[in-house]
Each structure stands twice: as C-alpha cells, then as structure tokens.
C-alpha cells in the first residue's frame, strides 16, 4: 500500500468512527426511538458482557473444553445459580471468584473434593 492509501484509510477509519459514536450526540432529543427498542437496548450491556465472558469459560487453550474438569465453566455455572438466588452483582463477582480460586486449586493437586 501507497502511503496515499494508508492515510485514506486512516482519515477514513477516523471519520466512521467519529459518526458512529457521535450520531445520537449531534442528533440531541430531536430524535425518537420506539419504546420497543429502548426496551432493548436495555439488554445490550448484559448481552456484551455475556459475549466477552462466555468465550473464555469454554475455550482452555484455544479449545473447547465442556467437561467437569474445566474449572472457569464449573465457578461460572456456580456463579450464575448464586446470582439467581442472590440477585446481587458484586456478591456474584466475589462469590465466583472464590468459587474458581478454590475449584482451580483443588483440581491442580491430588487433594480430595469435598
């Protein structure tokens, strides 16, 4: 590539993203949305999250791994059943690290689980 090309995209690149993240700035109150799609960008912050974390309580070094051997699947599962009772986020958070933190031990040294 040119180095023409190069800063094209660059500039390019930067005004799509500007525009992209700017839109409902520059637009302010003079635009509504329906009530059915504010209701659903409700979910969009758990949806992101569950995208970013899901990933990383299956894969074990690039591969799937859905056994019980799989410490982040176990304390992730144990997590979201304490989050059903609990309701609480930060609780849950806690919870489930303690919850890894131990399964994780455990299964690294010859010791019996309880």
Excluded at 24 to 41: C, E, M, N, S, V
Excluded at 68 to 96: D, E, S
Aim: proline fraction near 4%.
């Amino acid at each position: 590539m040119s180095d023409l090309e190069i800063w094209s995209a660059i500039v390019l690149l930067t005004l799509a993203t500007f525009i992209a993240r700017s839109g409902f700035w520059l637009a302010g109150a003079r635009i509504r949305l329906p009530d059915a799609l504010q209701g659903a960008l409700r979910y969009a912050p758990a949806c992101a999250l569950a995208a970013i974390i899901f990933p990383d309580l299956i894969l074990v070094q690039g591969q799937i791994d859905i056994s019980w051997h799989n410490p982040r699947l176990l304390a992730g599962c144990i997590a979201a059943a304490f989050f059903m009772v609990r309701k609480n986020m930060l609780q849950t958070i806690l919870f489930g690290m303690l919850v890894f933190t131990l399964l994780r031990l455990f299964m690294s040294s010859n010791l019996p689980v309880f």
